[in-house]
């Protein structure tokens, strides 16, 4: 299994663009969330899904949308960039309700 | 809404000693569970361990266990014989659970360096 995987590793943005990141999982995970990571913090919840067509607003969804049309995938697309949109973007997921999450390797996004 | 307090932003410990990192949380959940995770520097999440909050029982984990006081909202992880390996950013994580999946809540970190 490759797990959670995410692309791109590294992106960079003018103020607004608009892009779409990418997760997928290959373990059957019903449960997929977003996170962002800014310098010296902790991750902050985004998005997130318990299933295809099912998903709500995390802590910082203002300028994301996401949708789940499969259970493999969950992109987390970006309207209009903004230079406060730069940060480190982790996929997670886990296979059932209040079970361990597991992380994909990041994006990192810089938007000048 | 749930709040992860760690308040030690940067710890340090010589190798083979053990080291204890705090965190505590605010919730009016009863239905939760709790994380540390792990994060080198090559960014990765790394899951470290769990706990259950209706289970009394600390978790263990090889070298690693917690001191999990419910009443008090602590959830502190003890490092046994460190290695230079656990030099990382460690993150404490509260979860809870609605009809739209799970959801983590991150404290700000604690920088430990494992120090030879």
């Known amino acids: 299994n490759a797990g959670v995987t995410q692309t791109p590793k590294f992106q960079v943005l003018k103020t607004g663009q608009s892009m779409t990141l990418q997760c997928a999982q290959d373990?059957?995970?019903?449960?997929m969330s977003w996170y962002r990571q800014d310098p010296g913090m902790g991750l902050r919840l985004i998005h997130y899904s318990v299933g295809a067509g099912i998903t709500d607003q995390g802590e910082v969804p203002n300028g994301y949308n996401v949708s789940r049309s499969t259970t493999e995938d969950f992109p987390l697309r970006l309207l209009s960039a903004a230079p406060s949109q730069t940060s480190v973007y982790f996929c997670?997921?886990?296979?059932?309700?209040?079970?361990?999450?597991?992380f994909g390797p990041g994006t990192r996004l810089l938007v000048l | 809404a749930q709040t992860v307090t760690q308040s030690q932003p940067e710890m340090s410990v010589q190798e083979a000693e053990t080291v204890t990192l705090s965190c505590t949380y605010d919730t009016s959940e009863n239905n939760y569970y709790l994380f540390w995770y792990k994060q080198p520097p090559s960014r990765q999440m790394i899951l470290v361990i769990r706990q259950e909050a209706y289970k009394q029982q600390n978790a263990t984990e090889n070298r690693f266990s917690v001191n999990f006081q419910k009443a008090a909202k602590s959830f502190s992880l003890k490092i046994s014989d460190s290695q230079l390996g656990d030099t990382a950013m460690y993150f404490c994580?509260?979860?809870?659970?609605?009809?739209?999946?799970?959801?983590?809540?991150f404290g700000g970190g604690t920088r430990l360096m494992v120090k030879p």
């Open positions: 994580a509260f979860m809870k659970h609605n009809n739209a999946g799970n959801m983590l809540t």
């Open positions: 997670a997921s886990s296979w059932g309700a209040m079970e361990t999450q597991y």
């Open positions: 373990m059957n995970h019903e449960y």
